[in-house]
């Protein structure tokens, strides 16, 4: 079992940048696959990035490459999320998920451990 728990979404000014954290605890954790998924008000879940367990594999979709980045600090079971030049469209709930010894990939179903979601708000 591994649990998530988000945290640093808030308000911010089109064009600025917030940093996310997702920690994990479990006994599986470090091995996991960590992704971030988005859902905004009326519409479904997105896939935003994924990254490896070593970090060394990392997929972005097309809506975000070259303004958000993914990292990993493994000794701290922490996933983090720099999104910069955000945009109104960015606005949405953030959610932190984890897949257990298995490569990166956009589908939520594939992903078997959720955290609880953090707002991102950007305003125009």
């Known amino acids: 079992q591994v649990q998530l728990v988000e945290s640093g979404g808030g308000l911010v000014q089109a064009g600025g940048s917030l940093r996310l954290s997702c920690a994990a605890s479990?006994?599986?954790?470090?091995?996991?696959?960590m992704a971030w998924f988005r859902q905004a008000p009326g519409k479904e879940r997105e896939f935003v990035v994924a990254?490896?367990?070593?970090?060394?594999?990392?997929y972005y979709s097309d809506s975000v490459k070259g303004r958000f980045t993914i990292s990993r600090d493994n000794a701290k079971n922490t996933a983090y999320l720099q999104m910069n030049s955000l945009k109104p469209e960015d606005t949405a709930v953030y959610y932190c998920?984890?897949?257990?010894?298995?490569?990166?990939?956009?589908?939520?179903?594939?992903?078997?451990?959720w955290g609880q979601g953090t707002q991102v708000t950007v305003s125009s």
């Open positions: 479990g006994r599986t954790a470090s091995s996991c696959t």
């Open positions: 998920a984890a897949r257990p010894a298995r490569p990166p990939v956009s589908g939520a179903r594939e992903y078997a451990y």
């Open positions: 990254i490896s367990w070593g970090g060394g594999i990392t």
